[in-house]
């Protein structure tokens, strides 16, 4: 079964400055697709990011990115020049496997102005 | 693109009766669409995928006769909490997965949520 680990329950970030939210996983399989979600105090779950396993380059969204080590299981989101409204819970999950996704527990994500 | 509604935001019921949960796709068709209960400060736990015209298949450890999903297009799901107890009250979050030439896509797009509250 794929599992999904985010190491940091908690992290805080200044405005302007760059953060960096952590995110390991397991699997066996060699096709796969692994995103980042956030989740602000109004729980609507937003697709941040989405990186397909068979691509070396890592996937940007202006000022979100992703480092994907493969090889590692390592997927971890890059937030560049944070903004207050970058305060939420973000998801890191893996998918599909039979048709489902594993999402970890979730990193909470503050900025201080 | 790529919407999905989800009515009523929130909910409020008395013990033993039962609540529907709707789940829309507003402008793409989804073969498959999923439920989700979220606790508050918890990740999403999977409870069910829905698909198109077939029965959906629960996770292990949920009540199949409790969670009542029906999947009658492929534009609509819904959820039932049937004899909805207070332990039952949560915030439960659907998605669907794009249709997309003939297979379903990886990506889930997710509804608001509602919110469940049993008296």
């Known amino acids: 079964a794929q599992t999904v680990t985010q190491s940091q329950p908690e992290m805080s970030v200044q405005e302007a400055e760059t953060v960096t939210l952590s995110c390991t996983y397991d699997?066996?399989?060699?096709?796969?697709?692994l995103f980042w979600y956030k989740q602000p105090p109004s729980r609507q779950m937003i697709l941040v990011i989405r990186?397909?396993?068979?691509?070396?380059q890592n996937a940007t969204e202006n000022r979100f990115s992703v480092n994907f080590q493969k090889a590692a299981k390592s997927f971890s989101l890059k937030i560049s020049d944070s903004q207050l409204g970058d305060a939420a819970m973000y998801f890191c999950?893996?998918?599909?496997?039979?048709?489902?996704?594993?999402f970890g527990d979730g990193t909470t994500l503050t900025v201080k102005p | 693109g790529a919407v999905v509604s989800q009515h009523p935001s929130w909910v409020i019921c008395k013990s033993g009766t039962s609540v529907k949960i709707e789940c829309r796709s507003l402008?793409?068709?989804?073969?498959?669409m999923f439920w989700y209960r979220q606790f508050p400060k918890q990740s999403l736990m999977l409870m069910a995928t829905?698909?198109?015209?077939?029965?959906?298949?629960?996770e292990q450890g949920v009540e199949k006769d409790k969670f009542l999903i029906n999947h009658a297009s492929l534009t609509l799901s819904t959820l039932t909490v049937t004899s909805a107890h207070p332990e039952d009250s949560s915030f439960y979050i659907c998605?669907?997965?794009?249709?997309?030439?003939?297979?379903?896509?990886?990506?889930?797009?997710f509804g608001p949520g509602t919110r469940l509250t049993v008296l």
């Open positions: 990186q397909e396993a068979y691509k070396q």
């Open positions: 402008d793409f068709q989804a073969t498959t």
């Open positions: 699997t066996s399989e060699s096709d796969y697709y």
């Open positions: 999950a893996y998918g599909p496997s039979a048709g489902k996704s594993t």
């Open positions: 998605s669907a997965s794009r249709f997309s030439s003939g297979r379903a896509t990886d990506t889930q797009y």
């Open positions: 829905s698909n198109e015209g077939s029965k959906a298949t629960y």
